[in-house]
């Protein structure tokens, strides 16, 4: 079994500040990338960012020079998003995202609960 527990989030004002964390845990071999995506009620789920085991990253076009993922590069298990100058149209719930390679040898995508985001004035 992993577990993927997020934390963080919540509301922040226009222009303002949010930071989420994810740590994974449970029967896991390795872990290839971790990711962050985010969901509107009615829309589809979509990529907010991704960073892979080498820390290479990549960004939504709607996020780029706003937000920052990382991971911790001791343990590689918790991957965080910096996110700031934040606008009403970043409100929407998160999810933390990561591909593991399971003590069994096995591959699979497992997600967090889902953490809100609110901006608003």
């Known amino acids: 079994q992993v577990q993927l527990v997020e934390s963080g989030g919540g509301l922040a004002q226009p222009g303002g500040s949010l930071g989420l964390s994810c740590a994974v845990s449970g029967s896991i071999f390795s872990i290839n990338y971790m990711a962050w995506y985010r969901q509107i009620p009615g829309n589809q789920r979509e990529l907010v960012a991704v960073i892979n085991s080498d820390a290479g990253t990549n960004y939504a076009d709607s996020v780029k020079g706003r937000f920052t993922i990382s991971r911790d590069s001791a343990r590689n298990t918790v991957v965080y998003l910096q996110m700031n100058s934040l606008k009403p149209e970043d409100t929407a719930v998160y999810y933390c995202?990561?591909?593991?390679?399971?003590?069994?040898?096995?591959?699979?995508?497992?997600w967090g609960q889902g953490t809100q985001v609110t901006v608003s004035s």
């Open positions: 995202n990561a591909y593991v390679h399971t003590s069994q040898r096995l591959w699979g995508q497992f």
